[in-house]
């Protein structure tokens, strides 16, 4: 069983930036492709961003392209998620997710939710005008 474990959340002013990070024990972190989710009041819980277990592989969506990137320390265990230029509809819960990643998928990430095996508890990012 993997744990992901987020923390660097807060309010911050548009145009700020934020370092979210990701711990997940359990497993070995290598075998895991990683992905980043968000949720807004009333919103769907929507892909922000995702990385591949070798590294090789990330993807980002439209809305945050340009502005975050995704990276991951196998030596500690973590991924992260710069966030820079925030804006006011960035404000959302953050969260991580984790999924066993087989050899030969080593450079596919993922945008679907459902692909994923455990989540975080999520953390608060707020971003006002």
């Known amino acids: 069983q993997v744990q992901p474990v987020e923390s660097g959340g807060g309010l911050v002013q548009a145009g700020d930036s934020l370092r979210l990070s990701c711990a997940a024990s359990?497993?070995?972190?290598?075998?895991?492709?990683l992905g980043w989710f968000r949720q807004a009041p009333g919103k769907e819980r929507e892909f922000v961003s995702g990385?591949?277990?070798?590294?090789?592989?990330?993807g980002y969506a439209d809305s945050v392209k340009g502005r975050f990137t995704i990276s991951r320390d196998n030596a500690k265990n973590t991924v992260y998620l710069q966030m820079n230029s925030l804006r006011p509809e960035d404000t959302a819960v953050y969260y991580c997710a984790t999924k066993v990643s087989a050899v030969y998928e080593r450079h596919t990430y993922y945008t679907q939710p459902t692909t994923y095996d455990y989540w975080g508890q999520g953390t608060q990012v707020t971003v006002s005008s």
């Open positions: 990385i591949s277990r070798s590294g090789g592989g990330s």
């Open positions: 359990g497993r070995t972190f290598s075998t895991l492709a």
